[in-house]
Every structure is written in structure tokens, then in C-alpha cells.
């Protein structure tokens, strides 16, 4: 067992899970490279740490701090993935991928379609978002919604550090492009570890909470509330199944529906902003195979349609709170 492999026998957090598996992915295979800001252990191994000790361990020709341009690190990223290379690019938060969109959406995810499936682009591009330190609306949107319509790109959303230590190195060794987006307000939050070099398979949803009553669906930060209203619901009586999608595209939609069939009620929570949103896509799909047999309309609880705000008492109601998504399983379960 190296050093890393005994780390993940104690509790661990997310920074410390994703480190984890992007040590093991470089260890495993030379061609994975790492690009971003101030990735470097010289920068102190990105804003939060994320990558610290990488560049010490594996050189700065294969942990890479890039000058401050998106559409640079995607382009390079690109590239290097063209002639054989794995390349794990991080954009430092979600808002500056509209920067790199084209880079993006019309070449990472087309270019396998374009090629006549001869050109592959596995790139994994890791981002953080999220609401709660008052960055306001320019630094903590979820966009997942954006890349999800695009074909050819999968999207991971994680909720735990143990899940983002199996997704990171599905993703990397994936061979498409791969957007996953880490929670920056759970950063610090600890969890169970992680098995040793175990990946967990792309599109496969997890069922945290067996229930019979209720179907809640969810995905990234959102989850830990629902188990947790789900708990206290419990007390009353009311059995939840809480499913974590972990991964947003491909949609592990049989899950889904094979929990609402049971259930027959359905209520989906998700950090983004809920009009246009990923759970309007869920519950389309509900209502399009399971119509006549559901006991209630399918619920959604999502942000405001509003920018992140920045004043406090503004952000902290914008995202969906456990009195929300409460309140939506008490209106499905009536």
C-alpha cells in the first residue's frame, strides 16, 4: 500500500479526495497532465489546495499553472488530449466556462461526431461553484443545465468525498470530455474514504435512502439536505428515497423511474437556478413514461430566477433551504 492508498482509511474531504485521485491517475499514467491557474505548488496548489504537492511530485511539465485565459487552458488541453495525452484542466469557477464555451461545446464534445469517431477528447475540465461566501453573481452560478444539453460532453456532480474521488478517476480515464463540478461551500466537509483506485462508472445514480412514500432525486450540495429532511420526515412516519444522480449526463433516468413507479410521487431539488433546469428535464421524462400512475405532479425545487445575490440574508434564501424542500414533500405527499 503506497501513501496515498493508506491516507483513505481515515475520514477525509473533498480537497483532499479529489488530490487523491488525481495522484493516483498520474501515478497510474504519464499522460495525464494537469493545466490551470495557479496550479502549481510554487502558487500554493490552486486557491483552496486542491492540487498542492502535485507539481513537487510530478514536475511542472506535467502540473502546469497557466497564464489567466479560459479559452487558452481549454485550447491547450485540446490539443495535448488530440496527440494521446489526459489532460485534467481546471477553469478556477464555473461562471468563467462561458469564456471557453466554444471551446468547449463546439470543439471538446463535436470533435469524436466530426471525426467520424476517430478523434477522441478526453479531457476532464474540474470547476467549483456555488453559493455561500458572498461572491455574488458573477462567481457562483451552477450551469450544469448548459453543458447537459450539449451532446458529447458527460457532466459529474458529487456529493461526497468519496464520490469525487471514484468520479474523478472515471472521468480521467474516460475517453470523452468529462465537466465536473465540485461544491466550493462543502469543500471542507468531511466523509467516509474512498476504496483505493476504485472508480465509480459514469451514469450509474446511487440510492443513499430507501423509501416508499416519496422519491426524492438530486445531485451535488442539494443531496445532504434532502437525506436530511428525509430523516425528519422519517419521524413522522413518511418513508423517502433519496437518489443521488452523482452523474447529470448520460442521465441514469432508469433509476429514476424505477423509483417513482415504486413511490409514486417524485420531487426533484438541484442548486441551479429551476426554470430551464435539469429537473424540468427529470420530470419531463416522469411524467412522459410513469403518466396515470403518479398520486401527485412531479415537484421541483431549484434557486430563484435571479443572479447569486451577494447580500447575505439574499443568498442564503436564493438556494434551495431544508424548509423548501420540506415544504415541496409535504405539498407531494398531500
Not at 430523516?231 to 444522480?245: N, P
Not at 411524467?287 to 440574508?313: I, W
Request: with cysteine; proline share 7%; charged share 20%.
Amino acid at each position: 500500500m503506497n501513501a496515498a492508498q493508506a491516507q483513505t482509511s481515515k475520514p477525509l474531504n473533498t480537497i483532499q479526495a479529489v488530490n487523491l485521485a488525481l495522484d493516483e491517475a498520474m501515478r497510474t499514467d504519464p499522460n495525464v497532465i494537469l493545466l490551470g491557474e495557479d496550479i502549481a505548488d510554487e502558487q500554493a496548489g490552486g486557491i483552496v489546495g486542491v492540487t498542492k504537492g502535485l507539481s513537487q511530485k510530478y514536475g511542472t511539465s506535467r502540473v502546469r499553472s497557466t497564464p489567466i485565459s479560459e479559452q487558452a487552458i481549454i485550447g491547450a488541453a485540446i490539443g495535448a488530449a488530440i496527440v494521446g495525452m489526459r489532460p485534467v484542466a481546471e477553469i478556477m469557477l464555473m461562471n468563467f466556462t462561458a469564456v471557453a464555451m466554444d471551446m468547449i461545446v463546439n470543439h471538446a464534445a463535436k470533435l469524436r461526431f466530426m471525426s467520424g469517431g476517430q478523434t477522441h477528447v478526453p479531457i476532464t475540465i474540474r470547476t467549483m461553484t456555488g453559493a455561500g461566501f458572498g461572491t455574488g453573481g458573477q462567481h457562483a452560478d451552477y450551469l450544469e443545465a448548459w453543458f447537459a444539453h450539449t451532446p458529447g460532453i458527460k457532466v459529474v456532480a458529487p456529493s461526497s468525498p468519496a464520490d469525487a474521488y471514484g468520479l474523478m478517476l472515471a472521468c480521467i480515464f474516460d475517453d470523452d470530455p468529462c465537466l465536473f463540478i465540485e461544491n466550493m461551500p462543502t469543500y471542507w466537509n468531511p466523509g467516509p474514504a474512498p476504496q483505493p483506485g476504485v472508480r465509480i462508472p459514469l451514469g450509474r445514480a446511487n440510492v443513499l435512502r430507501p423509501g416508499t412514500d416519496v422519491t426524492v432525486v438530486s445531485y451535488s450540495r442539494t443531496v445532504a439536505d434532502c437525506v436530511a429532511v428525509a430523516e425528519k420526515l422519517s419521524k413522522e412516519g413518511v418513508s423517502a428515497e433519496v437518489l443521488d444522480l452523482r452523474t447529470i449526463s448520460p442521465l441514469d433516468m432508469d433509476t429514476v423511474l424505477q423509483s417513482v413507479a415504486k413511490t409514486r410521487r417524485a420531487v426533484i431539488v438541484h442548486e441551479a437556478v429551476k426554470a430551464f433546469g435539469v429537473g424540468a428535464e427529470i420530470a419531463a421524462n416522469i411524467n412522459e413514461h410513469l403518466f396515470g400512475q403518479l398520486k401527485a405532479p412531479v415537484g421541483r425545487v431549484g434557486a430563484y430566477f435571479s443572479p447569486v445575490p451577494f447580500a447575505k440574508v439574499l443568498e442564503t434564501e436564493f438556494v434551495p433551504t431544508p424548509a423548501r424542500i420540506e415544504a415541496a414533500l409535504r405539498a407531494t405527499l398531500k
